[in-house]
């Protein structure tokens, strides 16, 4: 069996559909079936769900904070006169 990595859209998307055949009286095996993982792969992903925050939100809060910090720093660049229409060498 080869291993695949499934995008945190997907796992969502998957997780949405355990919802609703949880809600229909299927079992975990049956669900896991279903989505074509194991039992042990649908645990994890509804630990990582369950936790403080979802990996998508602390992947997009971490993006927000780089984001910041690349403002600052062309922010600082642009006051020095580096960013004043002149190739920098990098």
């Known amino acids: 069996m ?3 990595r499934y ?3 997907e796992v969502a998307q998957k ?3 355990a919802d609703a055949l949880l809600n229909e ?5 049956d669900i896991a079936r279903e989505l074509g993982v194991t039992r042990v792969t649908y ?3 509804r630990q990582d769900q369950a936790g403080d925050k979802p990996a998508m939100v ?3 809060e971490r993006l927000e904070r780089e984001n910041a910090d690349l403002r600052r720093r062309l ?10 229409g002149t190739a920098a060498a990098a």
């Open 2 to 4: 080869t291993k695949r």
């Open 75 to 84: 922010a600082d660049l642009v006051r020095a006169g580096c960013g004043t």
């Open 15 to 17: 997780l949405v559909l």
């Open 43 to 45: 645990y994890r992903w």
């Open 25 to 29: 009286g299927y079992k975990i095996v």
């Open 58 to 60: 602390r992947r997009l």
């Open 7 to 9: 995008t945190t859209e």
